[in-house]
């Protein structure tokens, strides 16, 4: 714990009193893990086909120090090799079924931009409470015709979109749709949160190039309402992680209010050991990294929460120009 000691002066050698703070002493400064322990929030959390047992999934996340999260519908159906096909009116009754009372899960209804009626899927979904949209692009590039009317329509309806990006697991030929510099297209969307999941492994680079880019934009038209979270799901096997969190965070970029915790669970099985290694394997490298509390709280917690907040994305980022 800190503490800070300060002393005043009264100078009175021009008649007034005018109070300066003398001295600031710190008396004792133990690492910041070491204080009360954090609200953590995961803000990747798959659900699967099955039975909806949402007090077996409290029970788990807190055991493994999470407080809450969001949790991702069941897949749209042209992932044929993730599960088999659930109709959308399905797919939400499941979704909401798990996040019924419980005010700190927060449903995401994962939708499918090329299916024929993707935009009443959009307005269907916003009725029934979702509070954002997952988007996984199989098939299309996130800048194509399509994909994007369906994104203007979220960011109207003004909905949080989290993306996959990075190499994709779905059996088939489609990470090239889910690289980092795809995404650029969506500077064209007034209004848009999105977040980009697994620092886009193994195009992490690439991704904070893309993040400099929308920071750089912003500096240019301070009025540009977009805002880009990085959602740091794992993703990066172990031998990576290092080095990409160390590349994020020391880039020079401003990422600290914009980078989310997650793990990628599902919410049928809540894998407390999975969570539990990453917290500690994250933490040693923020350590090693000299984070402040600040830092820490807005990744486990206060970004999640930034990102969730229906307001206009309205960021403020530090300017990011060349040669000023
Ligand atoms: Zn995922």
Redesign the pocket.
């Known amino acids: 714990m800190m503490c800070i000691v300060s002393a005043w002066k009264d100078d009175s050698s021009n008649g007034n009193r005018t109070d300066k703070i003398l001295s600031i002493e710190i008396l004792a400064l133990k690492p910041v893990f070491e204080e009360s322990p954090l609200q953590r929030f995961d803000c ?1 959390i ?1 659900l699967d086909p099955g039975v909806v047992q949402q007090s077996d999934l409290l029970g788990k996340m807190r055991s493994a120090g999470i407080s809450g999260g969001i949790l ?1 519908s069941i897949p749209p159906p042209s992932f044929v090799k993730l599960c088999q096909p659930h109709p959308t009116g399905e797919r939400l009754d499941n979704l909401m079924q798990w996040v019924e009372g419980a005010p700190d899960l927060h449903p995401f209804y994962w939708i499918d931009p090329l299916e024929e009626d993707a935009n009443e899927q959009v307005e269907l979904a916003v009725r029934r409470g979702v509070h954002g949209f ?1 988007v ?1 692009c199989n098939r299309f590039y996130p800048g194509d015709e399509r994909p994007m009317a369906v994104f203007t329509k979220i960011a109207q309806a003004r909905m949080p979109l989290l993306f ?1 990006s990075g190499i994709l697991w779905d059996g088939e030929a489609s990470s090239r749709y889910n690289r980092p510099v795809e995404f650029e297209a969506l500077i064209y969307i007034p209004g848009l949160k999105f977040a980009l ?2 620092i886009s492994w193994p195009w992490c680079d690439e991704l904070i190039a893309v993040y400099g880019k929308f920071q750089n934009a912003h500096s240019r038209d301070a009025s540009l309402a977009i805002e880009m979270f990085i959602d740091m ?1 794992p993703g990066t096997p172990p031998i990576y992680r290092e080095e990409a969190l160390t590349r994020l965070f020391t880039v020079g970029y401003d990422v600290n209010r914009n980078v989310l915790f ?1 793990t ?1 669970c599902t919410a049928n099985d809540y894998n407390q050991a999975w969570v539990r290694k990453w917290i500690n394997n994250d933490d040693a490298i923020y350590k090693k990294l000299g984070l402040d509390v600040s830092t820490l709280k807005g990744i486990y917690s206060g970004n999640l929460l930034r990102f969730l907040d229906t307001a206009p994305a309205n960021p403020e980022f530090i300017k990011l120009c060349a040669a000023e």
């Open positions: 990747h798959h991702i997952k996984i996959h999941a697994h799901t997650g990628d």
